[in-house]
């Protein structure tokens, strides 16, 4: 298994550019999260979802959207770019809580918004 | 306040010695975790733990639900235990998906 993987690694965008970040898992994991984190602070979550065709906010949801159409996927949308936008993202997978609450966690992206 | 603390926030040893870092919750929860982020940035779970304690090699961790306090120690540390050391919490809350939250994490430095 490959577990979890991101696409790319790393990305510079310019203010007000477009970008998707890919997360792709082949664990057949129902639960899927995104992550930013900032120098010197916590993970915090974006979005998450609990399986194919359902999504929810986290902490930190805006200037981001995703899509869940297979359990594989779950990419990241960030529209119209902007410094604040500035991290490190991680996507995550997870069994479903009845039998496991364990987090896999991809390798990450840096992005840069200049 | 964060709902999960941890503490030193950075912690410089020597090669051999044993290593404790504290993580203390605010919440109540259905699990607490243990990952190591190394300086290439890839997150790994090291414990994921309800009660008790568990070891894995030179890891012990181990959790006081009543006090909501939990503690990782490393024992005989070595250079290549230097990573960031992040406590994370299922909060008893979350009734969907398995959402965690995390604590700042701490560097810890371990020189030969």
């Known amino acids: 298994n490959a577990g979890v993987t991101q696409t790319p690694k790393f990305r510079i965008l310019k203010i007000g550019q477009s970008m998707t970040l890919q997360c792709t898992q082949d664990?057949?994991?129902?639960?899927m999260y995104w992550y930013r984190q900032d120098p010197g602070m916590g993970l915090k979550l974006i979005y998450y979802s609990v399986g194919a065709g359902i999504t929810d906010k986290g902490e930190v949801p805006n200037g981001y959207n995703v899509s869940r159409s297979t359990t594989e996927d779950f990419p990241l949308r960030l529209e119209l770019a902007a410094p604040s936008q500035t991290s490190v993202y991680f996507c995550a997978s997870s069994y479903s809580p009845r039998s496991s609450y364990e987090q896999y966690f991809g390798p990450g992206t840096r992005l840069t918004v200049t | 306040k964060n709902e999960v603390e941890q503490s030193p926030q950075n912690l410089t040893a020597q090669e051999g010695e044993f290593i404790t870092i504290n993580c203390s919750y605010s919440?109540?929860?259905?699990?607490l975790h243990w990952l190591q982020q190394h300086p290439g940035g890839g997150i790994v779970s090291l414990f994921m733990?309800?009660?008790g304690k568990k070891k894995h090699g030179r890891l012990i961790a181990t959790i006081n639900i009543q006090e909501k306090h939990s503690s990782l120690h490393i024992t005989a540390s070595h250079p290549r235990d230097s990573a960031v050391y992040i406590c994370?919490?299922?909060?008893?809350?979350?009734?969907?998906?398995?959402?965690?939250?995390f604590g700042e994490g701490t560097q810890l430095t371990v020189n030969p």
């Open positions: 733990l309800s009660s």
């Open positions: 994370a919490v299922t909060p008893r809350r979350e009734t969907s998906g398995s959402r965690l939250t």
């Open positions: 919440v109540g929860i259905s699990a």
């Open positions: 664990m057949n994991h129902n639960y």
